[in-house]
């Protein structure tokens, strides 16, 4: 099934922005997002695919020099860039929130060129249908998807909510940790999910393994094009590709 372009914006009546992290010093595979895959790279597939949400979106990433690439590439997919702290990644996501002043948050990461738009506007409707300025909207509480589909919604001020009260560097470090652990205790959690469960398998690219199988993804069945069901079902029918890199473990959230 090929992925469609999401023609109409969501109808709810609050600013929501995309904001994607990402940064060129990954640990495990360093300046990951500008491998290429396809006839693009990493991030441009990620962009591409977010922008059929006509959601405006941010890409939060650091002031290391290194990082200077990612405005260049930010220009040529005209998408906003705003920088800030490599170590405290919610002190980046509370610029981007001065920046802008939207309502709504969805935070995505990077390193997932198969991010599925279709999933991001489920959850925007979930939002509309559970509005309230403390739901938490994901697809990871209870997992059901592969890991690269992943996706938060929340609203900005719960942001600075975690900004202002959280000293942990886990928090900072990870975003939502004070959110989806529900350290205010006011919290209402709601997931999107689908009836199997795909969660064994990674679709993010964390390392070379990860960047195998995504590579082999796209040459061999164009999964850029691809929605996450069709995906899904690929791996479902050579179940030889989840075995690449099955034995990576994801970085403890």
Sequence with gaps: MVLAKILN??????????????RMTSTRLPGKILLPLGRDTILGLHLQRLKSTNLPITIATTQNTCDDELVVLA??????IVRGSE????????NVI????????????????FIDPTLIMQGVALLEQHIGST?????????????????????????????????????????????????????????????EDNSHWRLCIDTEEDYQLCQYLEQQFGASSLNFKSIHEIMHMHPELGKINAHIEQKKK
């Design 9 to 22: 914006p969501p109808t709810c009546p609050m600013k929501i922005r995309i904001i994607t992290q990402c």
């Design 75 to 80: 220009n040529r997919y005209g998408v906003d």
């Design 87 to 94: 170590d405290d990644v919610l002190s980046r996501f509370i």
């Design 98 to 113: 001065d920046k802008w002043d939207d309502d709504w948050i969805v935070r995505v990461t990077s390193d997932c060129p």
């Design 135 to 195: 739901t938490y909207v994901s697809n990871c509480f209870p997992r059901t998807y592969a890991r690269g589909f992943d996706f938060e919604i929340c609203h900005s001020d719960l942001l600075r909510e975690a900004m202002a009260k959280s000293s942990d560097a886990f928090d900072h470090e990870h975003v939502t940790p004070y959110l989806w652990q529900n350290k205010n205790g006011r919290m209402h959690l709601c997931n999107v999910s689908e009836m």
